[in-house]
């Protein structure tokens, strides 16, 4: 189709649409300054918006309405009669004038927060009366319907953009273009997901089962990925609650007991609503650059239920990469006094920019709850979670399926979204483009008609100061999303040691319900070993530390690897993962200068340099709260908001393959993010561990430094490789972001939208006489026994959005040679 025509079916299809109204324009006084939070509404329906902080507004219905009315307390109220069904750019002047309620008058600016002297604190504080005498908690079980449309759309198309040569042979697209009736900006939707369940849960025990019945999307492979991204920044929230998280970042709530201090309330205008008498109440922030929103919301002037809400991010708030986020809450009475959850619909606007017409992509989620039963118990073991819960049949339902499981009817638009998105994957041009988003989303280049991707491709390159410049090619097998079974392998070369290395490894999921998988594999490689203490890794992975380009000094301390693992692993409850691990490994340094040598009597010289060691590892890893992504041998996690627990019991042997050493060693980790509200996330680390027998220093327990200039979490940043070495230890790592909380109040500095990190790194460890006795590697062992080691550091994120500054400084130890007392590292951040 010509696309200028397109435009202008589309332009006239605007006008004269089915049974719409559409205003859109600005709100401001009579000096021309734009009014913030102004209530606009059809006269005679509460079908309503308020304007945003630069006084703009969008209003739409899909019935007919002849009258806008426009009002804020301080303003006389404007009736503006409506000729078109169409409205657009319309400028609406509000008159000042003293507005009162009662005895009482408020004013626009700053509200009070005195009861006395604001009736909307009055009934805020009655809501915090009543929140845990609403919704579902009033029942000892509950059970209902849900139904989840996940969309995303890319937004602020126009006529230029139609026509770029990116889009030659794709034209077809366009005819999904629609109008958001949140934001009046034209938006092209290209992905949409449909999950219908049913949802148990037991408020005594305080558990909760969601049982999927049906789930259908665009048809691009790997959209779970897509799915769980969204469902995890648009996690389930109460709006009665202090904070609610998006993104990563705790919003201050307007219901919440904070929230006088936070926002600015006024009470606007009163009505029923489905023959229930509701106040309503305008809020918006009382300072700019802080996570909170701008809205208003409709509460029973009875039972202080919340019936309506509407929540929009402040432009000003401190996120990255989110130009608007708007949210809609109804709820539903029932039997005249419980409030029930009914609608909840959540869009958000990625963009880069903030400014008005940059172009980003609309990320929307509407849930519908219905068919609510209470008090009606089941068996604890129905809620225990299954660790394998994919069924294919719920991805393959046929459309009478979803016209009886739809709580809300497609429109048009999405109802072709499913067409378009299918015919667009025909399209080479297309399938180009989406393969080269893949790969840099996921680091891998596809070979659909190989089952085999390249990668990781920012693996390519590296440096060190053994091997120099170094190129690494691998790859692994891809059949699908949920492959039983993977094999992937790497080969690298050093231009300085001219030397190549290699990897090879395969797992294989046996068993679904339980998750066993077996594995193995072997690799040989130059490696900087010591650069953690309880991570365990796949056989294939190389610390960061081993390929650091730039670093603060020398680094050829480094190992040269043969390792060779088989292993088992069984999932009996969900993520809880238990593990066992026979692995053989030669070590031996691969510089001239730095030595694992060790004291031998068998050694003809009485010194050996090579260690060769058989070890069996038991380990026991939970992680309570966790999401993953996938059925297949490989998943991925789809939040980051658990705990880690991890425990392990490794056991050297030398009666197997003729090992050098025997020793048992024990270590735990555990790992806990805290969100703590406004005042941002908290993350702790505890490590410990010991080592039971006599073994040389490339089997110790080296505290890891860090020689690069990347703030790396979990290592020490002014800590040189192998400074200090233990066989017992225990580690703290503390790291808090304050996301703004600070930076945020202080004038000049808070458009920036900076955030304050603060750290703190400890460590104690010993070793003892028996390994000090088997050191011939030139090396001083030294432990922080007498006092633990510990630094600080005062960082800046956020900067430019991408960057991160941290200003690290030794707390002690200072008196050890070539020690750094401070050190300045940095790093990409990604974050919202």
Same mark, same amino acid.
């Given at each position: 189709?010509?696309?200028?025509l397109?435009?202008?079916?589309?332009?006239?299809?605007?006008?004269?649409g089915?049974?719409?109204?559409?205003v859109?324009?600005?709100?401001?006084?009579e000096?021309?300054?734009?009014?913030a939070?102004?209530?606009?509404?059809?006269?005679?329906s509460?079908?309503?918006?308020?304007?945003?902080?630069?006084?703009?507004?969008?209003?739409?219905?899909?019935?007919?309405?002849?009258?806008?009315?426009?009002?804020?307390?301080?303003?006389?109220?404007?009736e503006?009669?409506?000729?078109?069904?169409?409205?657009?750019?319309?400028?609406?002047?509000?008159?000042?004038?003293?507005?009162?309620?009662?005895?009482?008058?408020?004013?626009?600016?700053?509200?009070?927060?005195?009861?006395?002297?604001?009736?909307?604190?009055?009934?805020?504080?009655?809501i915090?009366?009543?929140k845990r005498?609403?919704?579902?908690?009033?029942?000892?079980?509950?059970?209902?319907d849900?139904?989840?449309k996940?969309?995303?759309?890319?937004?602020?198309?126009?006529s230029?953009?139609?026509?770029?040569?990116?889009?030659?042979?794709?034209?077809?697209?366009?005819?999904?273009?629609?109008?958001?009736?949140?934001?009046?900006?034209?938006?092209?939707p290209?992905?949409?997901?449909?999950?219908?369940?049913?949802v148990?849960?037991?408020?005594?025990?305080?558990k909760?089962r969601?049982?999927?019945?049906?789930?259908?999307?665009?048809?691009?492979?790997?959209n779970?990925?897509?799915?769980?991204?969204v469902?995890?920044?648009?996690?389930?929230?109460?709006?009665?609650?202090?904070?609610?998280?998006f993104?990563?970042?705790?919003?201050?709530?307007?219901l919440?007991?904070?929230?006088i201090?936070?926002?600015?309330?006024?009470?606007?205008?009163?009505?029923?609503?489905?023959?229930?008498?509701?106040?309503?109440?305008?809020?918006?922030?009382?300072r700019?650059?802080?996570?909170?929103?701008?809205?208003?919301?409709w509460?029973a002037?009875?039972?202080?239920?919340?019936?309506?809400?509407n929540?929009?991010?402040?432009?000003?708030?401190n996120?990255?990469?989110?130009?608007?986020?708007?949210?809609?809450?109804?709820?539903?009475?029932?039997?005249d006094?419980?409030?029930?959850?009914?609608?909840?619909y959540?869009?958000?606007?990625?963009?880069?920019?903030?400014?008005?017409?940059?172009?980003?992509?609309?990320?929307?989620?509407t849930?519908?709850y219905?068919?609510?039963?209470?008090?009606?118990?089941k068996?604890p073991?129905?809620?225990?979670e299954?660790?394998f819960?994919?069924?294919?049949?719920?991805?393959?339902?046929?459309?009478?399926?979803?016209?009886?499981?739809?709580l809300?009817?497609?429109?048009?638009?999405e109802?072709g979204?499913?067409?378009?998105?299918?015919?667009?994957?025909t399209?080479?041009?297309?399938?180009?483009?989406y393969?080269?988003?893949?790969?840099?989303?996921?680091?891998?280049?596809?070979?659909?008609?190989?089952?085999?991707?390249?990668?990781?491709?920012?693996?390519?390159?590296?440096?060190?100061?053994?091997?120099?410049?170094?190129l690494?090619?691998?790859?692994?097998?891809?059949?699908g999303?949920?492959?039983?079974?993977?094999?992937?392998?790497?080969?690298?070369?050093?231009?300085k040691?001219?030397?190549?290395?290699?990897g090879?490894?395969?797992?294989?999921?046996?068993?679904?319900?339980?998750?066993?998988i077996?594995?193995g594999?072997?690799?040989?490689?130059?490696?900087q070993?010591?650069a953690?203490?309880t991570?365990?890794t796949?056989?294939?992975?190389?610390?960061?530390?081993?390929?650091?380009?730039?670093?603060?000094?020398?680094?050829?301390k480094?190992?040269?690897?043969?390792?060779?693992?088989?292993?088992a692993?069984?999932?009996?409850?969900?993520n809880?993962? &238990?593990?066992? =691990?026979?692995d053989?490994?030669?070590?031996? /340094?691969?510089?001239? !200068?730095? $030595? +694992?040598?060790? #004291?031998? @009597?068998?050694?003809?010289?009485?010194?050996?340099?090579?260690?060769?060691?058989y070890?069996?590892?038991?380990?026991?890893?939970?992680f309570?709260?966790?999401?993953?992504?996938g059925?297949?041998?490989?998943?991925?996690?789809?939040?980051?908001?658990?705990?880690?627990?991890?425990?392990?019991?490794s056991?050297?042997?030398?009666?197997?393959?003729?090992?050098?050493?025997?020793?048992?060693k024990?270590?735990?980790?555990?790992?806990?993010?805290?969100?703590?509200?406004?005042?941002?996330?908290?993350?702790?680390?505890?490590?410990?561990?010991k080592?039971?027998?006599?073994?040389p220093?490339?089997? &110790?327990?080296? =505290?890891?430094?860090?020689?690069?200039?990347? /703030?790396?979490?979990? !290592?020490f $940043? +002014?800590?040189? #490789?192998? @400074?200090?070495?233990?066989?017992?230890?225990?580690?703290?790592?503390?790291e808090?972001?304050?996301?703004?909380?600070?930076?945020s109040?202080i004038?000049?500095?808070?458009?920036f939208?900076?955030r304050?990190?603060v750290?703190?790194?400890a460590?104690w460890?010993?070793?003892?006489?028996?390994n000090?006795?088997?050191?011939?590697?030139?090396?001083?062992?030294?432990s922080?026994?007498?006092?633990?080691y510990?630094?600080?550091?005062?960082?800046?994120?956020n900067?430019?959005?991408?960057?991160?500054l941290?200003?690290?400084?030794?707390?002690?130890?200072?008196?050890?040679?070539?020690?750094?007392?401070f050190?300045i590292t940095?790093g990409f951040?990604?974050?919202?």
């Amino acid at each position: 189709m010509n696309i200028k025509l397109f435009s202008l079916f589309f332009f006239f299809g605007l006008l004269l649409g089915f049974s719409q109204t559409k205003v859109s324009g600005y709100v401001i006084d009579e000096n021309n300054q734009p009014v913030a939070y102004a209530n606009v509404i059809f006269k005679g329906s509460t079908e309503g918006t308020i304007s945003n902080e630069e006084g703009r507004f969008y209003l739409e219905s899909d019935n007919n309405w002849d009258t806008l009315t426009v009002s804020f307390l301080g303003y006389e109220t404007l009736e503006l009669a409506l000729p078109k069904r169409v409205n657009y750019n319309l400028n609406l002047v509000l008159k000042e004038e003293a507005a009162s309620l009662g005895e009482v008058v408020i004013v626009t600016g700053k509200q009070s927060k005195k009861e006395s002297e604001n009736p909307a604190i009055g009934i805020l504080k009655k809501i915090w009366a009543h929140k845990r005498s609403n919704g579902l908690r009033m029942f000892k079980q509950y059970e209902y319907d849900k139904y989840e449309k996940v969309e995303f759309d890319i937004n602020t198309i126009d006529s230029a953009f139609m026509e770029k040569n990116l889009f030659k042979g794709m034209e077809f697209v366009f005819e999904q273009v629609d109008t958001s009736n949140v934001t009046g900006k034209t938006y092209l939707p290209i992905f949409i997901n449909e999950a219908a369940s049913r949802v148990y849960g037991d408020n005594e025990i305080k558990k909760e089962r969601e049982e999927l019945k049906g789930n259908k999307n665009s048809g691009f492979s790997d959209n779970q990925a897509l799915i769980d991204f969204v469902d995890d920044l648009y996690a389930d929230y109460d709006v009665y609650d202090n904070y609610l998280k998006f993104f990563d970042k705790s919003f201050v709530s307007p219901l919440s007991k904070t929230g006088i201090n936070t926002y600015n309330y006024v009470l606007s205008d009163s009505a029923f609503i489905e023959n229930k008498w509701c106040y309503n109440i305008i809020y918006y922030p009382r300072r700019k650059n802080e996570l909170t929103f701008k809205g208003d919301f409709w509460v029973a002037d009875t039972t202080f239920a919340i019936k309506e809400i509407n929540m929009q991010a402040s432009k000003s708030a401190n996120i990255n990469w989110v130009k608007e986020i708007y949210i809609e809450q109804e709820f539903e009475v029932l039997n005249d006094s419980v409030f029930l959850i009914k609608r909840d619909y959540f869009m958000s606007d990625f963009a880069f920019q903030k400014k008005e017409k940059a172009k980003g992509v609309y990320g929307k989620r509407t849930t519908l709850y219905n068919n609510y039963v209470f008090d009606k118990p089941k068996d604890p073991k129905f809620y225990v979670e299954e660790v394998f819960d994919f069924n294919k049949e719920i991805y393959n339902r046929d459309d009478e399926f979803w016209e009886q499981n739809r709580l809300e009817s497609l429109n048009k638009d999405e109802q072709g979204v499913y067409k378009m998105l299918d015919t667009l994957k025909t399209v080479k041009k297309f399938q180009r483009v989406y393969n080269t988003v893949s790969m840099f989303a996921s680091g891998y280049k596809e070979f659909p008609e190989l089952n085999f991707d390249y990668g990781p491709i920012f693996s390519t390159f590296g440096y060190n100061d053994v091997e120099g410049f170094r190129l690494r090619a691998g790859g692994r097998t891809y059949f699908g999303y949920n492959d039983l079974w993977r094999v992937e392998g790497f080969t690298a070369y050093g231009f300085k040691d001219n030397k190549f290395k290699y990897g090879i490894s395969g797992k294989w999921l046996l068993d679904k319900k339980n998750r066993i998988i077996i594995s193995g594999g072997n690799r040989r490689d130059v490696e900087q070993i010591g650069a953690s203490l309880t991570n365990s890794t796949d056989v294939l992975g190389r610390s960061f530390a081993s390929s650091a380009v730039f670093t603060t000094s020398v680094n050829d301390k480094l190992t040269n690897i043969n390792l060779t693992t088989l292993a088992a692993e069984i999932e009996p409850v969900k993520n809880l993962v &238990l593990r066992i =691990i026979g692995d053989y490994r030669t070590l031996r /340094s691969a510089s001239e !200068t730095f $030595s +694992l040598d060790y #004291y031998d @009597e068998e050694s003809p010289s009485g010194i050996a340099s090579e260690v060769r060691q058989y070890q069996t590892t038991l380990s026991l890893s939970y992680f309570p709260g966790r999401k993953m992504t996938g059925f297949g041998v490989e998943r991925s996690s789809a939040n980051d908001t658990y705990a880690s627990l991890f425990a392990q019991v490794s056991r050297g042997d030398k009666v197997v393959f003729q090992s050098d050493f025997e020793y048992t060693k024990l270590q735990f980790s555990y790992i806990q993010p805290w969100q703590l509200g406004g005042f941002g996330r908290l993350t702790s680390v505890i490590e410990a561990g010991k080592t039971f027998g006599a073994v040389p220093l490339g089997l &110790l327990s080296v =505290i890891p430094g860090n020689q690069s200039y990347f /703030s790396i979490y979990n !290592t020490f $940043s +002014l800590l040189d #490789y192998y @400074e200090f070495v233990t066989d017992t230890y225990t580690s703290l790592h503390l790291e808090h972001n304050f996301n703004g909380r600070f930076f945020s109040r202080i004038p000049v500095i808070k458009k920036f939208n900076l955030r304050a990190i603060v750290g703190f790194r400890a460590a104690w460890g010993k070793i003892s006489q028996e390994n000090r006795d088997l050191n011939a590697s030139g090396l001083e062992y030294i432990s922080p026994t007498d006092e633990p080691y510990y630094e600080y550091s005062l960082g800046v994120g956020n900067i430019f959005k991408v960057f991160r500054l941290d200003f690290n400084f030794r707390g002690n130890y200072l008196e050890i040679p070539s020690a750094r007392d401070f050190g300045i590292t940095g790093g990409f951040n990604f974050q919202f």
